[in-house]
């Protein structure tokens, strides 16, 4: 039984302090869509999770499900912000907010599209190239800074060893201060 | 894992937990010896980093409760224990919800003093042998009933129950597996080395 919780305690040690379970959504914009990745902090995917993305006034824009390795991909008409909100079934919920200036410039501002292409003027051959150039950049950039921001994001997650020792230092503390009012309530 | 985040439960269920909690907490603390606040210290520090280590078991990864462990040696007094470590999870690493504070040391201290309760009614003869049989059983049972209540407060917040329960249910079938197996080996040595700490319970 010895040997047993010897065992045990060497795993304790060996394994990394990390990861309690808790849902996290990562999503930015790719071009005219979102595209995002839910995991649970430490890094399990979270396949078949069923997601609902909403607008800024709170009404629902749409709805999907992750795929089998977390990822899921949203298309966008309206350059808003986007609300996105994953909820796993178990209790577990999260959510990440997609700001409209994070969508190309291309894309209508409001959710009423057609009053505002007919508002537009007439766009010349160079303003609709100029436009897509833009937004092929926009893509690109989006699409090389997104494994960063996303890393980032889990780096956030990361459970360290000195915020154990500062949690740990604090229940000591605190009951330490109920160990004295005990004493200074005997001595009195 | 008796970690639900804000935003999940309804109002009656968290003012519910809350109470249950308080009630808790106050008869802990009321019946708290001054020579025992060290060991709930120490408890309370367990519980806090035992949710944070993730040991392999299987395919999964899971982590320990420790209800089990900490309601055998605490009794009532774990329910202060288990605050003080969620109050900290919740504030330092986002686990948990503040609001729900209550639900969720009512859904991890409830089971854990049941363990406790049961275990010392059961352990009379005081043999190791029995106390580790006992205290897998309390181990294994605490975190059922944890995830059964966790089931339960999200299917009374208007969740659809069956769904919730499968998920959080088979979700902590290997963290049973393993903390019954814990449970039994810290009971058993407190058992031949220090059976007092299991004997009486404030």
């Known amino acids: ?188 | 894992m008796a970690h639900i985040p804000d935003g999940v439960l309804s109002n009656p269920v968290l003012v519910a937990g809350a109470i249950v909690s308080t009630v808790g907490v106050a008869f802990g603390l009321k019946g708290l010896d001054p020579v025992r606040v060290p060991r709930v210290a120490v408890l309370s520090a367990v519980l806090f980093v035992a949710s944070l280590i993730h040991l392999p078991a299987g395919l999964a990864s899971v982590h320990l409760l420790l209800g089990g462990l900490a309601g055998i040696v605490l009794g009532w007094s774990v329910f202060p224990a288990m605050l003080v470590a969620l109050v900290l999870q919740a504030v330092l690493f986002g686990f948990g919800g503040l609001v729900v504070l209550g639900v969720n040391t009512m859904d991890m201290a409830v089971p854990a003093l049941l363990a406790g309760l049961l275990f010392r009614l059961a352990w009379r003869d005081g043999s190791p042998r029995r106390a580790a049989i006992l205290g897998g059983l309390a181990g294994g049972g605490g975190v059922l009933l944890t995830a059964v209540m966790v089931a339960c407060m999200l299917g009374l917040s208007g969740r659809e129950f069956e769904t919730a329960a499968r998920l959080v249910v088979v979700a902590h079938v290997p963290v049973m597996a393993v903390e019954a197996v814990f449970t039994a080996a810290a009971v058993s040595l407190l058992a031949r080395v220090k059976p007092e700490m299991l004997a009486r319970a404030s």
């Open chain 1, 1 to 188: 039984m010895i040997k047993t919780l010897a065992l045990l305690l060497v795993l304790l040690l060996l394994a990394h302090p990390a990861q309690a379970h808790k849902l996290k959504v990562f999503a930015s914009a790719e071009g005219a869509a979102i595209s995002g990745l839910v995991y649970f902090s430490g890094g399990a995917k979270a396949m078949g999770v069923s997601g609902v993305v909403q607008g800024p006034d709170g009404a629902e824009v749409g709805r999907f499900a992750t795929a089998e390795d977390g990822s899921f991909r949203f298309p966008v008409n309206v350059r808003m912000d986007h609300l996105i909100m994953v909820d796993a079934g178990d209790g577990h919920v999260a959510s990440a907010l997609v700001a409209a200036d994070e969508f190309p410039a291309s894309l209508p501002p409001t959710s009423l599209p057609q009053v505002a292409a007919s508002a537009r003027s007439a766009p010349t051959v160079a303003s609709v190239a100029a436009a897509a150039d833009m937004d092929a950049v926009e893509a690109a950039v989006a699409r090389q800074i997104r494994p960063l921001r996303q890393q980032l994001d889990a780096y956030e997650e990361k459970v360290r060893l000195h915020d154990l020792l500062g949690g740990i230092g604090t229940i000591f503390g605190l009951f330490g201060i109920v160990a004295w009012l005990n004493a200074r309530g005997r001595t009195s």
